[in-house]
């Protein structure tokens, strides 16, 4: 099975080459100012112009406008544009349609009742993204570092690719793997040593854990 692996909230350039050297596939920039993790459009196109060649960009955002993500494609030039707000299907077609760019949409889970979109989604989407769902009072919609049920994934096929986030680490993705097969995986917070502070070494040992276990799977 060839995992790939995503390292999001990378906003120096230290945390994106340990990303790149760790042998990630997917770098994700926030564009979300209430995050610890936001690269503003000045930092995001010098770190994706850092990344381009050597790892994929993802630019995250949430409920972003047009206007906003004109200038993030303008400015970073992202590989994929990771919606991770309450964007509707509707939402989603019309951003892949004026932006020309693949759509990777985050869909909240926390109960069997959220997968209910998925159809909705998937129809519309390149990508799926499954992340736990925030608290109410939470101030951003992800990056949390909390983990759902990873059994309320299993036997699932959206019939596209998506990844698996959520409170992933270096100790917990084997596990998480085994449960859901998931063909791709997203870690943010599970890769730093306080929020926004990414940590080279964990990033590394995230990225040999979620390998190795990948290899010991059974082939689908
Ligand atoms: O990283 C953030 O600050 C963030 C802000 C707003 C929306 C999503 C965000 N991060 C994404 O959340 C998931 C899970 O992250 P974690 O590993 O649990 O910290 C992941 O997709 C991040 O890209």
């Not at 951003?95 to 209910?116: E, H, I, N, S, Y």
């Amino acid at each position: 099975m060839t995992l790939e692996i995503k390292i999001c909230g990378l906003s120096t350039a230290v945390g994106l080459d340990a990303a790149i050297t760790a042998g990630a596939d997917l770098a994700g920039l926030v564009v979300f100012p209430p995050s610890p993790r936001h690269v503003d459009l000045a930092a995001g196109r010098a770190l994706a112009a850092r990344a381009r060649g050597r790892i994929a960009i993802v630019a995250l955002t949430v409920d972003a406008d047009d206007a906003l993500l004109g200038d993030i494609v303008a400015e970073i030039v992202p590989d994929i544009l990771q919606l991770h707000g309450r964007e509707s299907p509707a939402r989603v077609a019309a951003v892949r349609a004026r932006f020309g760019r693949p759509v990777m949409k985050a869909l909240p889970v926390a109960t069997a009742a959220d997968l209910a979109v998925v159809p909705a989604y998937a129809a519309v989407a390149d990508r799926l993204l499954f992340d736990a769902k925030a608290p109410k009072d939470a101030t951003r919609p992800g990056g949390l570092g909390q983990p759902f049920d990873w059994h309320l994934l299993e036997r699932l096929d959206p019939g596209l690719a998506f990844m698996l986030s959520g409170g992933l680490d270096a100790a917990n993705v084997a596990e998480a793997l085994r449960i859901t097969a998931a063909p791709a995986v997203d870690v943010s917070s599970g890769v730093e040593q306080a929020p926004g502070d990414k940590n080279p070494d964990k990033i590394a040992a995230f990225v040999r854990a979620a390998r190795e276990a990948a290899a010991a799977l059974p082939l689908p």
